[in-house]
């Protein structure tokens, strides 16, 4: 496959991923994930691994979807007024790619968020190890390092970025 | 506002407070605001953070006292100093980061004066020519950077009293000690360390709606229903093998929000203290009998013997509020820290701590915890910040006047001081009621 065609690729699921998050598509967006897929945010850019330390997020398949259940429950308290998420996705740079067409790809992001009627903004940049399926990428992790992760949190985040 | 209609704000906290009813000022009026941090956050013993945090000579965290900026610093000689965050030439603060290691001494970022790690000035440029004749200079403490009154250690844990005369931290601290003694003691080695980083999280609240939250045992199967529900259908599915992998037992926390219903809450128990203090007993299945926690159980044995480890972890603490700024999980080595910022705003510092000597089996559960109720992305705290905004903007209305903390009162049993919910009333408001009595006393000071 010609390498821009790969770019291309891989641009479109990046883009995809954070649409369905702005959609509030929570189980497409889960589905994404290949079953032994991890969805981590670390506190600290030096962070290496998932496990053993602390972890803003740092959710399995099935963890994921304990978030998903609370965040879609009549009694979310505070998933109760109007909230919304707006992400750019750009910076797109494969930084792997394996011969079973597995690839390794970083980006950066710009989410906007809306809660009642206060606005905060988050960037960051984005890890994605995506496995290649018969339906496409699957995320086999996806690292999301906030700007301000070791920054306070004004208030705090409910569902993934 | 409150200044017209009470001149005195010191002599007139008590017409605010009743037994069983609060003013809603107390919580949104900024000159009582400013008259608590003065009378409480800035003469008792505040937290400022742990000795792990700061192994090395020179290592230093910035901690905010009361409303004080403060620098928490290892000395040369193995010591603890709290100074105030400002250089005593022009006013400079000494760091600007929240954490680092300063070498053998301080030096400010504007004319180079340098200090030792307890404060005392070290060097002036151009000291002789410049200072000669004034009455600035080498000897005058007025030179040094300024300490904390009072510094002590309890167990690894360092406090700091901005107030030259007071009880000591043992007194202040009384039966609540057990947070620390609780957490220190479920570790083989004795002693317990930090796990960085801590999580900070500000809530748009008054500081003591937080502290009347934490032994608050009405609202968990309420507020965090939604979590509790979803993390128990997902351990259903998991036991029904219609959904792959294990449970870990961070789940069962999380469901327990959902299953133990509000009338089970009646169950647990509150002690209630002088200076503010309360415990919260009961256990949310902190001991099962999995490979992991018999292994513990194991190295805790041949550490203490049967009858001391039997002791040790049957000692029956869900939470442990420290006031006015603390609220420690000792089963779970969590520490919540309040560092209030404002009427209306008000930061917690959030620490998880290791057992030293326990299994890493052990420290992967409490750090689960953690992660899922402690951290900015927390699935339980995300609620309880939402009604504490929500309470905030009640209370600065004007649809009513009084906070009510009702719930049981008149029948509390009372002895010698100490305050115990009655059997089956453990959801009495008594811990609120505690609180807003040592707050009085407090401000009348
Ligand atoms: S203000 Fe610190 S040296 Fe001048
Ligand atoms: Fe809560």
Redesign the pocket.
Not at chain 2, 89 to 92: D, V
């Given at each position: 496959m010609p390498k821009n065609d790969l770019q291309h690729d891989v641009e479109q699921f990046l883009y995809y991923q954070a649409e369905l998050l702005d959609t509030k598509q929570w189980q497409a967006w889960i589905d994404l994930f290949a079953d032994d897929g991890i969805y981590w945010m670390p506190p600290d850019a030096s962070y290496k691994t998932w496990e053993g330390q602390p972890a803003i997020f740092a959710e399995d398949k099935n963890l994921m979807n304990v978030r998903r259940g609370r965040v879609l429950h009549p009694d979310a308290w505070s998933q109760r007024p109007l909230w919304g998420t707006n992400h750019l996705v750009s910076n797109v740079s494969i930084q792997k790619e394996h011969k079973n067409g597995d690839v390794e790809v970083r980006s950066r992001f710009h989410m906007m968020e809306l809660r009642r009627d206060d606005v905060r903004h988050f960037a960051g940049s984005y890890l994605h190890k995506l496995k290649k399926s018969k339906a496409g990428y699957r995320i086999q992790l996806q690292r999301v390092d906030m700007t301000n992760a070791q920054a306070a949190y004004d208030y705090v985040l409910q569902v993934w970025v | 506002m409150l200044q017209e209609r009470v001149p005195d704000l010191s002599r007139s906290v008590t017409s605010l407070v009743e037994p069983d009813r609060v003013r809603r000022e107390v919580y949104t009026d900024p000159d009582i605001f400013e008259l608590e941090m003065q009378r409480i956050h800035e003469r008792v013993w505040i937290y400022c953070g742990h000795l792990t945090q700061i192994p090395k000579a020179g290592d230093y965290y910035t901690v905010q006292v009361g409303r004080q900026p403060m620098i928490m610093v290892r000395k040369s000689d193995g010591g603890v100093a709290v100074l105030h965050n400002r250089?005593p030439?022009?006013?400079?603060m000494i760091c600007g980061d929240l954490k680092g290691n300063t070498g053998e001494f301080f030096r400010?970022s504007?004319?180079?004066?340098t200090f030792h790690h307890d404060g005392k000035l070290k060097n002036i440029p151009m000291m002789e020519s410049g200072y000669q004749g004034t009455r600035f200079g080498k000897g005058n403490p007025d030179c040094n950077v300024k300490p904390a009154a009072r510094v002590e250690v309890y167990r690894g844990f360092v406090f700091a009293s901005l107030a030259k005369d007071g009880p000591s931290l043992k007194e202040f601290l009384g039966p609540a000690i057990v947070a620390f003694d609780d957490m220190c003691d479920r570790a083989p080695e004795g002693e317990v360390e930090i796990v960085p980083n801590c999580f900070r999280v500000i809530q748009r609240s008054n500081w003591k709606i937080f502290m009347e939250n934490q032994l608050d045992a009405l609202h968990p199967s309420v507020t965090h229903q939604s979590t509790g529900r979803a993390a128990h259908e997902v351990e259903k599915q998991i036991a029904k093998k219609t959904r792959k992998g294990e449970a870990p037992l961070s789940y069962h926390m999380l469901s327990a929000f959902a299953t133990v219903t509000i009338d089970k809450w009646d169950g647990f128990q509150t002690i209630n203290y002088p200076h503010g203090h309360s415990i919260l007993t009961g256990y949310m299945g902190l001991r099962p009998q999995d490979p992991d926690t018999l292994a513990y159980d194991k190295i805790m044995i041949k550490k203490y013997g049967k009858k001391r480890f039997e002791e040790i972890i049957g000692v029956n603490i869900h939470h442990v509020l420290v006031y006015p700024g603390l609220s420690v999980q000792s089963p779970l080595q969590q520490l919540r820290a309040v560092r209030p910022l404002g009427v209306d705003r008000t930061l917690t510092e959030i620490w998880h701590f290791r057992l030293k000597g326990a299994p890493e089996a052990i420290y992967r559960r409490s750090l689960a915890y953690y992660n899922l109720v402690n951290s900015p992305a927390t699935l339980i705290n995300a609620d309880d910040l939402e009604n504490f905004w929500k309470c905030h903007q009640g209370l600065a209305s004007e649809g009513g006047d009084w906070v009510s903390f009702h719930r049981h009162y008149g029948r509390d049993l009372e002895k010698n001081g100490v305050v115990e919910s009655a059997p089956n009333m453990g959801t009495s408001e008594a811990p609120m009621r505690n609180q807003m009595k040592a707050w009085v006393q407090y401000l009348q000071d």
């Open positions: - | 250089c030439h022009r006013g400079n400010c504007y004319h180079a004066w």
